[in-house]
């Protein structure tokens, strides 16, 4: 079955960075475009990036554009989110998603905290 594994969560400083990785199982990876949600104490889920199958198209939410960067080695298994300038605003727990499947993992929390 799917398994979706998110790692690299943590406490980090306002301004500082992080890089989160998904090692993913159970399906043809290289087949499937990937995306990142996020989910605040409180909020809704949010989508934060998507990423083709190929890795030859991304798209970003407004809120992160310009500091995050998602990317994949499909020779991996793994997609990841690089974050950088973080905010405090972008404290939340943060889960990948195989697009056009309803598989979780259990997701990576992110505290932005000084």
């Known amino acids: 079955q799917v398994q979706l594994v998110e790692s690299g969560g943590g406490l980090v400083q306002p301004g500082g960075s992080l890089r989160l990785s998904c090692a993913a199982s159970?399906?043809?990876?290289?087949?499937?475009?990937m995306r990142w949600y996020r989910q605040a104490l409180g909020k809704e889920r949010e989508l934060v990036a998507h990423?083709?199958?190929?890795?030859?198209?991304?798209n970003y939410a407004d809120s992160v554009k310009g500091r995050f960067t998602i990317s994949r080695d499909n020779a991996r298994n793994t997609v990841y989110l690089q974050m950088n300038s973080l905010k405090p605003e972008d404290t939340a727990v943060y889960y990948c998603?195989?697009?056009?499947?309803?598989?979780w993992g259990k997701g990576t929390l992110v505290t932005v905290s000084s």
């Open positions: 998603m195989v697009f056009g499947m309803n598989d």
């Open positions: 159970g399906f043809t990876f290289s087949s499937h475009a």
């Open positions: 990423i083709s199958n190929a890795g030859n198209y991304i």
